[in-house]
């Protein structure tokens, strides 16, 4: 199975495709998908949407898993970036009904096995879990490693964390 997985942003959206034999991963690619900050609402949310399809025609994945929101205080960051995920759900939609979503707390307890733990911890374990030589870089990638990891760690669950 190949899983793409995303952590959504509007200047930085990450992305990380994971392959799953068994109970075996294997990184097969990451990046990231940026956007200008000086170019237009609608001009990067269009950047984005392009991106995703050409990641989804790329790597042809059997599910693609999203990092859910979470905004505690910027509400106007927080619009921004439920736009870019409304796009890149929108462009993946388009290929596949196998979108699923993950809660920060959930990827965290699934890649360390602690629900709070810290960034640095998530980005070691995704390096130790994908046998990988160094963290990956940048942070969104590191992170869209991990929701692709989360989703192969579900198993039968997965069920539970289909976007309806």
Known sequence: ???LGIDPGLATLGWGVVEQTGSRLRM???????????????????SIYIGMQQLIETYRPDDVAFEELF???NV???????AARGVALVAAAEKTDNLYEYTPMQIKQAVVGYGKAEKQ????????LLSMKEIARPDDAADALAVAIT???????????KIM
């Open 28 to 46: 097969v690619q990451y990046g990231i998908l940026g956007t200008k900050p000086g170019n237009t609402l609608p001009h990067r949310l269009r």
């Open 151 to 161: 989703h192969a760690h579900t198993g039968n669950a997965r069920a539970q964390f």
């Open 71 to 73: 905004f505690s205080k």
């Open 76 to 82: 106007t960051t927080g619009m921004a970036v439920s």
């Open 1 to 3: 199975m190949t899983i």
């Open 121 to 128: 911890q998530v980005q070691q374990m995704v390096k130790m």
